[in-house]
């Protein structure tokens, strides 16, 4: 069964911790991607890889990191420097980098800062 | 700046009628306007898209009209079943996304 998986569903955080969501993929795809959405905003790109152990900042980068070691895997590290982390967030990946290319997104990880 | 705007933020239409959403974007270079539907809880997954040669597309109850020149685009959905409310996302080019509509179709 091909697909992304995201996890935890839902992860409750403390005031000034590092926290990490993980996200999988096996559908053998070479971009992934991490997006933020907050109501009435719609997606906001956070970082984007388009190969292993390469990646770019997006629109929202300030206080979020990645790594991308692995194909099948992209973790996103929300810190103690994002000043309001509380939202939902959507991992993707797409065959490529091209705009063509569709984008399958996993179900998300909701994110409560206490 | 959001580069791609989209309206309205929410719509409410009775089952059999006609959804309409409209987006209108900046950027000449973008080459490709996908629309997503997210239902509560879950990911955006990727309903129709269009290429910017092509004025319209059609799929099943779903269709795209193509404005080049006045840079929009709209989503129709056609005889809206109460299976259609869910959240829908205009986009320009695979990085900009509009802020959504929510549909509700009423029963």
């Known amino acids: 069964d091909g697909g992304i998986t995201q996890s935890p569903k839902y992860l409750f955080r403390k005031e000034g911790q590092n926290v990490t969501l993980s996200c999988e993929q096996n559908l053998n795809h070479d971009a992934m991607y991490w997006y933020r959405q907050d109501p009435g905003q719609g997606l906001r790109l956070i970082y984007y890889?388009?190969?292993?152990?390469?990646?770019q900042k997006g629109d929202i980068a300030e206080g979020y990191s990645v790594s991308r070691e692995k194909k099948e895997s992209f973790p996103l590290t929300v810190t103690s420097a994002q000043k309001n982390p509380t939202a939902f967030y959507l991992c993707?990946?797409?065959?490529?980098?091209?705009?063509?290319?569709?984008?399958?997104f996993g179900p998300g990880t909701r994110l409560t800062v206490l | 700046q959001q580069q791609v705007k989209q309206s309205p933020q929410s719509l409410i239409v009775q089952k059999g009628g006609i959804s309409i959403i409209n987006c209108a974007y900046e950027n000449t270079a973008f080459d490709y306007f996908p629309w997503y539907q997210q239902f509560p809880g879950k990911g955006p997954a990727l309903l129709i898209a269009?290429?910017?040669?092509?004025s319209e597309k059609k799929e099943g109850r779903f269709t795209i009209s193509f404005n080049k020149s006045a840079k929009q685009f709209s989503l129709h959905i056609m005889d809206s079943q109460p299976g259609d409310s869910a959240t829908y996302f205009c986009?320009?080019?695979?990085?900009?996304f509009g802020a959504g509509t929510t549909v509700t179709v009423r029963a």
């Open positions: 269009i290429r910017p040669d092509v």
């Open positions: 986009a320009a080019g695979k990085l900009s």
């Open positions: 993707a990946s797409s065959r490529g980098a091209a705009s063509t290319d569709t984008q399958y």
């Open positions: 890889s388009q190969i292993v152990n390469d990646f």
